[in-house]
């Protein structure tokens, strides 16, 4: 059996080239944009099937590919982890999601186990630029700047009011804002994905004409919570979810099978315990509930506006054609409501939830499990947890690669496999030793005989992706997926899926397949114990 991390060892050497594109210099490596989305689910793009509108997103997808079965962790910080190192989130210092040290593993912060995609890109020759959300350390040292990015500006958190600087948490009253290597100042006024968008052209154009290709990486904010954007993106919305949350998790299964999404036989998951039946609201709370999702609508609607307005810009100067844009999310549908946390005491001081001002600078609303399993369908659950509905997210690629349009990409892949598949792009070879440090392998495959044709199924059936946080787990080898929600991790609560067969996780096969699951299990110890795993949790 082998784990992933041993995939590139064949491609593994000390030193970090460039390849040349054409002999006579000119620089012809595609640029390379990637769109992440905030806690966006998997059913909500039209392209994907969803009732929110999506045009420019959707004409990506139709130029390019969508995939179905695009996995991410769970969480915000540690999928982010996970993409710029090509590697497990405890092996690039994420083992947990703050940015608060405890031990091997859970530093906080991107370690020196890893190399990250905008330091060996640089050193390849490109520029790289990002804006959004960091959410990988809080010091200088930890700074975009410090990890291979030219320019940035970056919320350092893992949130924040869309409109101001207003922290959300007590530990930090303002949100703190970087902008390189210094701190900087939120614009009064500014609508944070409109303004990190501006930011990243505003980079992009700084160096357009020197024939150096880019990464450019938008990280942005929408449509995480508090659900604020402004009435031009969510009146259109007004009455669409008034027949709640169940009935849209319905149509959205639908939806999904119509679109190509899902099997047909596909069936839905039960909602998670959190969830009140719609039935059992009052009137009044029906209405305040149809509003979040008017406004969860409207920030999505929000987001596809920009990615169009970068599209458009890079159409205007002639380098979209030669750009490898991924759009995709970071983990699936969100359903924390910090708001109605006892504990969020400094919340409830700051915002409110008054329904004439929803949407607003000082309004807080999240949209809760209610919602977040609506927009996971046909998964299990929802963000954080380690079931489909958390991991799998929506992903559509453009690009000079793909050698396919419109189509949708039914194999296994995961936020492992963007980093060789960008290294590969750019002529770069990963390194044993970056700056006088060795790194850990890269632990994903190159997408790229995939996007060509070469063959349909990137991971073999041996291969192995496992994730854990906070004692949450799993591991998924082929079509077969042990998965653990209890808290701290006991092994004897995995249970067992074939997630080919059962979309839903709603029939654990532990007991018929018992090899198969001690199997699994072992891969599961082995990759703990290389990972740095702790049990119980240090804590977050």
């Not at 540690?78 to 405890?90: K, Q, V, Y």
């Not at 305040?288 to 990615?307: C, S, T």
Request: proline share 6%; net charge negative.
């Amino acid at each position: 059996m082998r784990i992933i991390f041993l995939f590139l060892t064949t491609l593994v050497f000390v030193s970090c080239t460039q390849t040349p594109a054409t002999s006579d210099d000119t620089d012809t490596r595609p640029n390379i944009l990637v769109l992440m989305a905030d806690d966006l689910g998997y059913a909500d793009l039209g392209c994907y099937g969803g009732d929110i509108e999506t045009p420019n997103i959707d004409q990506l997808a139709a130029e390019g590919l969508r995939f179905s079965r695009y996995h991410t962790s769970p969480l915000c910080a540690p999928t982010r982890a996970m993409f710029l190192s090509g590697n497990d989130n405890h092996i690039a210092g994420m083992g947990i999601q703050s940015t608060r040290p405890r031990g091997t593993g859970y530093e906080g912060r991107l370690t020196d186990r890893i190399a990250t995609i905008p330091e060996l890109l640089k050193t390849a020759g490109y520029h790289t630029y990002m804006t959004g959300k960091w959410h990988l350390g809080e010091d200088s040292t930890s700074y975009p700047y410090a990890r291979g990015f030219d320019r940035s500006f970056v919320n350092l958190l893992g949130a924040g009011n869309h409109y101001d600087d207003q922290g959300l948490f007590a530990r930090h009253p303002k949100s703190p804002y970087v902008e390189d290597n210094r701190p900087a100042t939120w614009p009064d006024g500014a609508y944070s994905t409109d303004f990190f968008t501006d930011k990243l052209i505003s980079y992009i154009e700084e160096n357009r004409g020197d024939d150096a290709p880019f990464f450019a990486f938008a990280a942005y904010t929408s449509p995480h919570w508090p659900l604020q954007v402004d009435t031009s993106h969510w009146h259109k919305y007004i009455g669409r979810y008034d027949d709640g949350y169940e009935s849209l998790k319905a149509r959205r299964l639908e939806s999904l099978k119509q679109a190509g999404m899902i099997p047909q036989s596909a069936v839905l998951p039960p909602n998670h315990e959190r969830v009140k039946p719609w039935g059992s609201l009052s009137a009044e709370q029906r209405r305040h509930e149809a509003r979040k999702m008017e406004l969860y609508a409207g920030m999505v609607d929000n987001l596809d506006h920009n990615v169009g307005r970068i599209v458009a810009y890079l159409k205007e100067t002639g380098q979209y054609e030669n750009t490898l844009i991924v759009f995709l999310s970071d983990n699936g549908a969100a359903a924390e409501d910090f708001y109605h946390d006892p504990s969020r005491t400094f919340i409830r001081e700051h915002f409110n939830e008054d329904y004439e001002t929803m949407g607003g600078p000082r309004s807080f609303i999240s949209y809760g499990p209610q919602w977040a399993e609506a927009g996971s369908a046909p998964f299990k659950y929802f963000k954080g947890l380690t079931t489909q509905g958390g991991l799998v997210a929506p992903m559509v690629l453009k690009g000079p690669t793909a050698g396919k349009q419109g189509v949708i990409l039914h194999t296994f892949v995961t936020v492992l496999d963007l980093a060789p598949t960008f290294y590969q792009l750019a002529g770069v070879e990963y390194p044993e030793i970056y700056n006088g440090r060795a790194v850990h392998p890269l632990r994903g495959k190159s997408l790229l005989p995939v996007l060509q044709g070469e063959t349909e199924t990137l991971h073999g059936a041996d291969d192995v992706f496992a994730f854990e946080h906070d004692n949450a787990a799993m591991l998924r080898r082929g079509d077969w997926k042990i998965v653990n929600l209890d808290k701290p991790l006991d092994e004897a609560n995995f249970a067992l899926y074939n997630v080919s067969q059962d979309l839903a996780e709603i029939r654990n096969v532990r007991d018929s397949e018992p090899e198969i699951f001690d199997e699994l299990l072992a891969a599961w110890r082995q990759f703990a114990d290389e990972a740095y795993v702790q049990v119980p949790s240090p804590g977050w």
